[in-house]
């Protein structure tokens, strides 16, 4: 029954919004029972149900719903309804409430607006003119919008059901009806639902056209759709089209001032982690965290580029100060996690990444850290398991399917190794890493010319993304020693050159050039790498070796018996590195359950980034030369 007080009602209604607005929830609850007795309405008793729910009385709010028979009458109270429920993790009856149908027809409709074009006769498309039905309007909107939003609700719902492929399809029927429903499109980015290639299609299936603006003029109603588009565009994985990424960073910096904003930032900071520019990344987050230390999104890449850096004593005082007073965050535990890591405290690590993993299920930093931890200690079958969790969690990132191949070559299983880089190569094509990898087991299987093509892959894609040429020196030490295996010795020396020349100064890249030498019957040349090869490491087995070797037959030469390199002297050479690889095969299995043959190689070379989470990506500067069919062994990163 209506009030015969209209004034009053008004008065009460202004009372609670400003109440609602300061926060003042109890005032807000107050006057709004008072006025729903007054009214008997239904959207005041949506208001204070919207009171309720902020307040945290979830129970009160739904049964309130439930009380006045609002839950089946409009989607907004659903969704209120079904909000309340996942509030108090009753995700089965919220998913009861919410139906396991999506609205097709709202989807079909939006494809249509994106296709259709305005018939001039019929006056489409003409801004001055009204269509009758414009009162409507505005409520088919607001429902449309609470109908993408009950998407994102049935999203969470099978995410916690463990049906990870249903809720990217849920969420991303959210943004199909509402690209505007921002929490959809975070679910799918921040918990890596898509790969690169899927993030892209999606995009263009997006309507970005039914956002407008308006206004006065009718030329810049399109632009709030080209600004959601860009926004979205600095969200996506780095790994794809940094091109369109800087478009949209500079354009967004340009011309709306958003330079200074941190959540650009943050994705100029991941893309710079992506191209292994650490010290870069580090100065931007940090600028970040200076200006707001409580911004939790920023420090997962924070804390890998420290651990990148080795910068033991701040990750120290970071892990600390987030421990004591954020203990409530995930990302604390993480913190505490990569300091144990750097620090060879494995166990320590272990158990609060699984703090941090229990804290929040879909952290993929967290899963990723706790995988290393076994891979760290050689744990090879515990790490595979930890490993297949995360590449079940999260399955549009690769980088869980590269560490399962890392593993699987650990363990000598080439074959599996490889269908686990061919699964991660066709999620993601350009990222250099992968591409090493399989180089590597090509060249562990005897398929020289192909690892040669993967190599030159890896180093020229990272030159495409700008990558920092030092954390690639592996990759090209790499595609030297393939090059060596298939005779081509110039080319091999060329890239030794430019490893030595990136930085890569190491007594092995020496012993390989001292190898090619001989094998080229140079031996005074050998002589003087060699002897290069053991100023840095003087007790060096191998380069001692080679360099008896070069003096032997530089002895040779020289009384006039070694003038040319026969089919003998072939065969003596290839019978010299038969020999060295069987004493390199009796070392490596003297060492084998140490940490060298175990999983830290493969946290040397690691990327441990969930790109939504921006998670620790433990490596960038393990030995350059290790793990190899012969000599000093292949390059990792």
């Not at 049935?154 to 969420?171: I, T």
């Amino acid at each position: 029954m209506a009030s015969s007080q209209p004034n009053m009602e008004k008065f009460l209604r202004d009372w609670r919004q400003d109440a609602l607005n300061k926060a003042q929830y109890d005032s807000a609850i107050f006057v709004g029972d008072k006025l729903l007795a007054m009214t008997n309405d239904d959207n005041d008793a949506f208001w204070l149900a919207q009171v309720h729910f902020a307040a945290g009385h979830y129970t009160r709010a739904h049964s309130l719903l439930a009380k006045q028979g609002l839950i089946g009458s409009n989607p907004s109270c659903r969704y209120l309804a079904a909000h309340c429920l996942i509030r108090q993790n009753l995700f089965t009856e919220a998913l009861g409430l919410l139906g396991e149908r999506t609205p097709q027809h709202l989807i079909t409709s939006n494809a249509k607006r994106k296709t259709g074009r305005p018939n001039p006769r019929s006056g489409q498309g003409r801004p001055e003119l009204k269509d009758a039905s414009d009162d409507s309007s505005d409520e088919e909107a607001s429902n449309r919008k609470y109908e993408a939003a009950m998407c994102y609700l049935r999203g969470l719902c099978y995410a916690k059901q463990n049906a990870f492929d249903r809720a990217k399809q849920a969420y991303k029927d959210a943004l199909r009806i509402d690209v505007q429903c921002y929490e959809a499109f975070s679910q799918l980015v921040r918990n890596s639902l898509m790969s690169p290639d899927e993030e892209d299609e999606f995009m263009a299936s997006l309507d970005f056209g039914t956002i407008k603006a308006h206004g006065d003029d009718p030329e810049m109603e399109d632009e709030p759709g080209d600004y959601v588009h860009m926004l979205y565009q600095t969200q996506l994985s780095k790994y794809r089209n940094p091109r369109a990424f800087n478009t949209a960073i500079e354009s967004l910096s340009t011309h709306y001032h958003l330079e200074r904003n941190a959540d650009i930032l943050l994705a100029k900071a991941d893309l710079l982690y992506t191209q292994c520019r650490f010290k870069d990344a580090l100065a931007i987050t940090a600028s970040i965290l200076a200006e707001d230390k409580h911004n939790f999104a920023v420090y997962p890449v924070h804390l890998a580029c420290l651990y990148e850096l080795r910068k033991t004593n701040i990750l120290f005082l970071i892990s600390h100060e987030l421990a004591d007073s954020h203990p409530e965050e995930p990302v604390s535990w993480l913190a505490v996690g990569i300091y144990y890591f750097l620090t060879g405290k494995i166990a320590d690590a272990r158990r609060y990444f699984s703090k941090a993993s229990m804290m929040d299920a879909n952290f993929g930093p967290a899963w990723i850290g706790f995988a290393h931890t076994f891979a760290a200690e050689g744990e090879h079958d515990q790490a595979v398991t930890a490993y297949s969790t995360a590449a079940r969690l999260f399955t549009g990132t690769h980088l869980p399917q590269v560490f399962l191949g890392m593993q699987n070559q650990a363990m000598n299983n080439m074959t599996a190794a490889e269908e686990f880089l061919k699964t991660a190569y066709s999620l993601c094509r350009t990222d250099p890493l992968l591409l090493n990898e399989m180089g590597v087991v090509f060249y562990h299987q005897d398929r020289l010319k192909d690892a040669a093509k993967m190599f030159q892959s890896a180093l020229r894609v990272a030159d495409e993304i700008d990558s920092d040429p030092h954390a690639w020196i592996g990759a090209r030490t790499n595609l030297a020693h393939a090059y060596r295996r298939l005779k081509m010795h110039n080319e091999a020396l060329a890239q030794f050159d430019q490893v030595l020349r990136d930085g890569g100064k190491d007594a092995a890249v020496f012993c390989s050039k001292g190898l090619i030498y001989l094998d080229k019957g140079a031996p005074d040349e050998a002589v003087k790498v060699l002897h290069e090869a053991l100023a840095i490491h003087p007790q060096d087995p191998i380069a001692t070796e080679l360099l008896n070797k070069a003096l032997e037959e530089s002895a040779i030469a020289e009384i006039g018996l070694g003038l040319s390199v026969g089919g003998d002297e072939a065969e003596e050479m290839d019978q010299f590195e038969q020999e060295l690889e069987e004493k390199k095969a009796q070392a490596r299995a003297k060492l084998s359950g140490r940490t060298r043959g175990g999983g830290s190689r493969d946290l040397n070379k690691g990327k441990g980034v969930i790109r939504g989470g921006r998670g620790v990506r433990t490596g960038g500067d393990g030995s350059i030369m290790e793990m190899s069919d012969d000599e000093q062994g292949l390059g990792r990163y």
